[in-house]
């Protein structure tokens, strides 16, 4: 089992930045993949960022890059999404999971974070 607590969202102005947060617990984390996905209102839940177990490979969604930046910190068991140059439509709640593979299905996720962006 895996446990992980999102933290760090919350009311930004278009064109800020917010840097979430994603907290594990319950297993080797350095073994698993760690992505960042998020759900606007009555929208499906989408890929937005991911990472290696190793942290040595990164991918973005194609709306993010450039923007979005994934890190984790294998020794505290975090893993951060760094959000810059927010716009109104990435206001959603962001999910943290955790997997096999940075691309392929999540397992595990947290209880999400919300992050609104006024315009």
């Known amino acids: 089992q895996v446990q992980l607590v999102e933290s760090g969202g919350g009311l930004v102005q278009t064109g800020g930045s917010l840097k979430l947060s994603c907290a594990a617990s319950?297993?080797?984390?350095?073994?698993?993949?760690m992505g960042w996905f998020r759900q606007a209102p009555g929208k499906e839940r989408v890929f937005v960022a991911g990472?290696?177990?190793?942290?040595?490979?990164?991918y973005y969604a194609d709306s993010v890059k450039g923007r979005f930046t994934i890190s984790r910190d294998n020794a505290k068991n975090l893993v951060y999404l760094q959000m810059n140059s927010l716009k109104a439509e990435e206001t959603a709640v962001y999910y943290c999971?955790?997997?096999?593979?940075?691309?392929?299905?999540?397992?595990?996720w947290g209880q999400g974070t919300q992050v609104t962006v006024s315009s």
């Open positions: 999971g955790a997997g096999p593979r940075p691309l392929g299905s999540y397992d595990y």
């Open positions: 319950g297993r080797t984390f350095s073994s698993d993949a």
């Open positions: 990472i290696s177990y190793n942290g040595e490979r990164t």
